[in-house]
Nanobody
Framework: QVQLVESGGGLVQTGGSLRLSCAAS????????MGWFRQAPGKEREFVAR???????FYADSVKGRFTISRDNAKNTVYLQMNSLKPEDTAVYYC????????????????WGQGTQVTVSS
């Protein structure tokens, strides 16, 4: 049974940093494309970043240069380092996994975590 468990969310001031973690079980993250998505109140879930088996990464324009996705193969865990946070980054952040590559839509991901809340105060 696949489980993705996010952690690391919280309340931070504008300009601050947080690091989200996604601990996986039931799958090996190196064999999957691992993605981060977020959903703000009243809005659709949107793509944030992904890392695939070769280690290449891809980011949404809104977070490029501020967020970094990475993977610790030994821990089977994926991270999202978020710097220079803005109030518009406030959302529930979800970790997701898919066997395909170059995937950036919700429908293309097969497994999801329960989400972790990130709140950025102005």
């Amino acid at each position: 049974q696949v489980q993705l468990v996010e952690s690391g969310g919280g309340l931070v001031q504008t300009g601050g940093s947080l690091r989200l973690s996604c601990a996986a079980s039931g799958l090996t993250t190196i064999a999957y494309t691992m993605g981060w998505f977020r959903q703000a109140p009243g809005k659709e879930r949107e793509f944030v970043a992904r890392i695939w088996s070769g280690g290449n990464t891809f980011y949404a324009d809104s977070v490029k240069g501020r967020f970094t996705i990475s993977r610790d193969n030994a821990k089977n865990t994926v991270y999202l380092q978020m710097n220079s946070l803005k109030p518009e980054d406030t959302a529930v952040y979800y970790c997701a996994a898919t066997l395909g590559s170059r995937r950036s839509t919700v429908e293309q991901y097969d497994y999801w975590g329960q989400g972790t809340q990130v709140t950025v105060s102005s």
